[in-house]
T-cell receptor
Framework: GAVVSQHPSRVICKSGTSVKIECRSL??????MFWYRQFPKQSLMLMAT?????????EQGVEKDKFLINHASLTLSTLTVTSAHPEDSSFYIC????????????FGQGTRLTVV | DAKTTQPPSMDCAEGRAANLPCNHSTISGNEYVYWYRQIHSQGPQYIIHGLKNNETNEMASLIITEDRKSSTLILPHATLRDTAVYYC???????????FGTGTRLTIIP
């Protein structure tokens, strides 16, 4: 299967600072990437859909000014958590699709964010 | 997309077949059934998907009932590494999003 890599895998930051998480498709070009958030013992919640070269589409209730998404190339999308607070501590996961057909999505290994 | 219902947890003995059920009674004609699993503290892993025919790959088999209102994921010879949360997801053709439910926590017992 295709490989999607996230970096960093773990990050601890101070409250009020910003954190950037990278998601790369290593062996394919991803027209669409997705960002999810997962709190402990809960399921994945879709935050936004990112298409290369255009603005991300955010799910209801997700603050676009707080969670900045950039998809500048077909192999890289970034999620920046701005002015992080302890309640933003979570497991952030990206996924990518090769194309718009009914193929499966491939997931990164996730990033554990802890805001102290 | 149609909603799915899965048992919250299941146990299976190592070496036996693990059969994970999923109900999707409101599925419509253009919706596929996908299965993913998530091992603790990792990103989800794709397992298999199908529309109406049974499917098999190197990881698992997917059995979809004739009316398509339910399906079963079969792991033929479960190992300890198959312990994970298994998600059954229904997605319409052309819909890019995957909406995760609560899944089934499968524990393989030595």
């Amino acid at each position: 299967g295709a490989v999607v890599s996230q970096h960093p895998s773990r990050v601890i930051c101070k409250s009020g600072t910003s954190v950037k998480i990278e998601c790369r498709s290593l062996d394919f070009q991803a027209t669409t990437m997705f960002w999810y958030r997962q709190f402990p013992k809960q399921s994945l919640m879709l935050m936004a859909t990112s298409n290369e070269g255009s603005k991300a589409t955010y799910e209801q209730g997700v603050e676009k000014d707080k969670f900045l998404i950039n998809h500048a190339s077909l192999t890289l999308s970034t999620l920046t958590v701005t002015s992080a607070h302890p309640e933003d501590s979570s497991f952030y996961i990206c996924s990518a699709k090769k194309d718009t057909s009914n193929t499966e999505a491939f997931f990164g290994q996730g990033t554990r964010l802890t805001v102290v | 997309d149609a909603k799915t219902t899965q048992p919250p947890s299941m146990d299976c003995a190592e070496g036996r077949a693990a059969n994970l059920p999923c109900n999707h009674s409101t599925i419509s004609g253009n919706e596929y059934v996908y299965w993913y699993r998530q091992i603790h503290s990792q990103g989800p892993q794709y397992i298999i998907h199908g529309l109406k025919n049974n499917e098999t790959n190197e990881m698992a088999s997917l059995i979809i009932t004739e009316d398509r209102k339910s399906s079963t994921l079969i792991l033929p010879h479960a190992t300890l590494r198959d312990t994970a949360v298994y998600y059954c997801i229904v997605r319409a053709f052309g819909n890019e999003k995957l909406t995760f439910g609560t899944g089934t926590r499968l524990t393989i017992i030595p």
